[in-house]
């Protein structure tokens, strides 16, 4: 799982109740971000990447992430731009499909939790951790049993029975 916040445990991450963002106080704020690929579209989210100033962060799994949130909320043009970013960035070289993998994993929870700005939705959360789990994520990566049994710890047991839906609570990690 990928820790833009400088390292902070996964399960810090959660009791904190930010999931895919890097937390309170990052500029601009993750949240500020959502908003934008939710109302806004991915133009929005397209600057991004132009506004980063060559930083040296990779920024393309958030992006990825952004876009697929346009996507969630009807922007349709946002599918032509991931398929473009798939093709264009570093996640060309995602040939294990784990960036992707994590990206769906950590939106599925933020839906399922309804934080880092994204409403709670069971619906794009189903989705979302079936596209996870299409990327053998987390279950496919060292470690995976580990944050799938960290990740099903933090959810009430509503939240629950989505994610067991999908990873069934006699897996791995349940």
């Not at 989210?45 to 040296?56: C, I, Q, R, T």
């Not at 939790?113 to 994520?137: F, I, M, N």
């Not at 049993?145 to 349940?174: C, M």
Request: proline share 7%; with cysteine; glycine share 12%.
């Amino acid at each position: 799982m990928t820790t833009p916040d400088g390292g902070m445990p996964f399960h810090d991450r959660y009791r904190c109740d930010y999931i895919v963002s890097p937390g309170p106080g990052s500029t601009p704020s993750f949240q500020e971000y959502v908003r934008l690929a939710r109302h806004g579209g991915p133009e929005t989210v397209s600057s991004l990447l132009a506004d980063s100033g060559g930083k040296e962060e990779d920024l393309d799994e958030l992006v990825y992430k952004l876009l697929c949130v346009a996507s969630d909320f009807g922007h349709e043009e946002a599918a032509d731009l991931i398929d473009d970013l798939l093709e264009t960035s570093s996640l060309r070289y995602d040939d294990d499909g784990f960036v992707q993998g994590n990206a769906h994993f950590e939106l599925a929870l933020a839906y399922l939790r309804g934080s880092d700005g994204l409403p709670a939705d069971p619906e794009k959360a189903r989705e979302h951790l079936g596209t996870a789990r299409d990327c053998h994520w987390p279950l496919g990566a060292d470690g995976g049993e580990t944050l799938l049994a960290a990740a099903r710890a933090v959810l009430s047991p509503p939240q629950r029975v989505v994610f067991d839906g999908i990873y069934g609570a006699d897996r791995p990690g349940s």
